[in-house]
């Protein structure tokens, strides 16, 4: 009806599904909120949602949140909240809309699908086939044929930590309002070369292949007729045929996206051999982190477990950093989140300054890993709380985040943070909020691989990349993959690819 206002249907689904990881992914895990409360979540945030509430409000729209639900990676989606939440968004779009943007991941495997954002979009396609739908996905995405070919446009980010997340989804909108504008029918590309890259050669804040990758994407989007092109690093820890890097392309002629995505294609190719991550044994970094603290320089020198990182799928209980700093005499630690909700229980029934013996982590049996004893600690209940923090950035900034309850043992020579819930340590308030002070730690141990490192690589003298035993280890040897597919650079390193 003339006059009648443009709607536009909005949401927000993040997960990065680690399917070696044993973390269950029920609906609360997603810790969803629906309809207004939604609205008001998105409409600040420095998202892709938030751009998209934002594009919609300008152009005068009703703006339709169904909504906005993101956990932290683990083990596949359940069913059941894989089908509450996609019916949520498919009931928002069944009485008519103008446009969908959907702020996704890009690497969902549930329990019954193993390209969770393919199906669906190809739920939505099926339901709106003619409406103009824009899709803003993480650069850790395991991008799909299925996903690109049921959709108008898609974009990811192009920083790693990600602190792009809103301009994606201010490129995606713009996509959007030109088909709603001028009638604008875009034609996508899609390449996937076989290879797996380690996400610690994905860090686009120094010089390294990633860098160069997305720099590359960038100058791309500068030719003719280019409307978004991405460089996907992937997610590998995902046991998918599609698993690792991919490019995507978004253009106004099928043409222009080919001749682009061919050529993104081949540069990532042919630097596969720098996205290969060799990571040292456990007692080279800590051989390297006690020459960082007998040389020069200010603050603690910070070991991160990459192989038990909280935001790949990591149970956060792994121990073998901890102990074996501990058993080469490393003293002025401090180390958290440790995920031991027995542990937690006991220090909080003990009591604050109370003296405990405890046994601490390597509880969550790990799937095709031995298992390990918890480590004994004994020393004094020092802070108790309840975990709770805002961020204060550059990711996620202003969020409120939760540890679940939380607890400080002090054994003398390390203060220990343990937490009820995996947490990445986004923010020194995960410390601070519990009295710890990290910047005058001598050595910090973190179970993070990148997210940490804004806000804590400032105050180290020296990081030290540190490889446990656990589901998010760079050694992709360990893990067995039965479903993608093969041959794959760099599990097969003679693996041989032509665009």
């Known amino acids: 009806m003339k006059g009648t206002p443009m709607r536009i249907v909005t949401a927000r689904v993040n997960h990065e599904t680690n399917t070696f990881s044993p973390l269950a992914t029920p609906l609360a895990a997603f810790n969803p909120l629906w309809g207004a409360d939604a609205l008001a979540a998105g409409q600040d945030a420095t998202t892709a949602l938030g751009a998209f509430i934002r594009f919609a409000q300008a152009r005068g729209a009703t703006v339709a949140v169904p909504v906005t639900a993101h956990a932290n990676p683990s083990g596949p989606v359940a069913d059941a909240a894989f089908e509450v939440l996609c019916s949520a968004i498919l009931d928002a779009i069944r009485p008519g809309c103008d446009a969908i943007l959907l702020d996704l991941h890009g690497a969902m495997v549930t329990e019954s699908h193993d390209d969770g954002e393919g199906e669906l979009l190809a739920r939505v396609r099926a339901l709106a086939p003619g409406v103009p739908l824009g899709v803003a996905l993480d650069l850790h995405g395991n991008v799909t044929q299925r996903m690109v070919a049921h959709c108008d446009a898609l974009a990811g980010f192009k920083t790693y930590p990600h602190v792009d997340m809103a301009e994606t989804g201010e490129r995606v909108a713009g996509i959007v309002g030109r088909m709603l504008d001028e009638g604008l029918a875009p034609a996508r590309a899609w390449i996937h070369p076989p290879m797996l890259a380690h996400t610690l050669r994905m860090d686009t804040r120094v010089p390294g292949p990633m860098r160069d990758a997305v720099r590359a994407a960038a100058a791309a989007e500068a030719r003719p007729g280019v409307l978004a092109a991405t460089i996907f690093g992937g997610f590998s820890l995902a046991d998918l045929s599609e698993a690792g890097v991919s490019v995507t392309v978004t253009a106004e002629t099928q043409a222009a996206a080919d001749r682009a995505a061919a050529d993104l294609a081949q540069g990532l190719w042919a630097a596969r051999d720098s996205f290969v991550y060799a990571e040292a044994p456990l007692a080279d970094s800590l051989a390297a982190a006690g020459a960082a603290l007998a040389g020069p320089g200010d603050g603690p020198v910070l070991l991160l477990d990459h192989g038990d990182n909280c935001m790949s799928g990591g149970t956060c209980d792994v121990m073998d950093v901890l102990a074996a700093a501990l058993e080469a005499g490393m003293d002025g630690l401090v180390a958290g989140p440790i995920c031991d909700p027995e542990a937690v229980a006991a220090l909080h029934a003990a009591g604050l300054g109370a003296r405990v013996a405890i046994d601490l982590g390597n509880r969550v049996p790990l799937p095709g890993f031995p298992p390990r004893a918890p480590l004994a600690v004994s020393g004094t209940v020092a802070a108790l709380g309840d975990g709770d923090y805002v961020i204060t950035g550059p990711t996620y900034t202003g969020q409120r985040c939760g540890m679940g309850r939380a607890a400080v043992i002090d054994t003398g020579a390390a203060r220990i943070l ?77 693996a041989a690819w032509t665009p």
Do not use: N
Request: glycine letters at 4%.
């Open 418 to 494: 343990v937490s009820e819930q995996p947490h990445e340590p986004w923010d020194l308030a995960v410390f601070t909020s519990l009295g710890l002070d990290p910047a005058g730690a001598r050595v910090l141990i973190l179970k993070s691989r990148m997210y940490c490192r804004p806000v804590f690589e400032p105050i180290a003298r020296a990081v030290v990349e540190c490889a446990s035993r656990g589901v998010t280890s760079s050694d992709y040897a360990l893990f067995p993959f039965r479903k993608l597919a093969r041959p794959a650079f760099p599990l097969d390193p003679d």
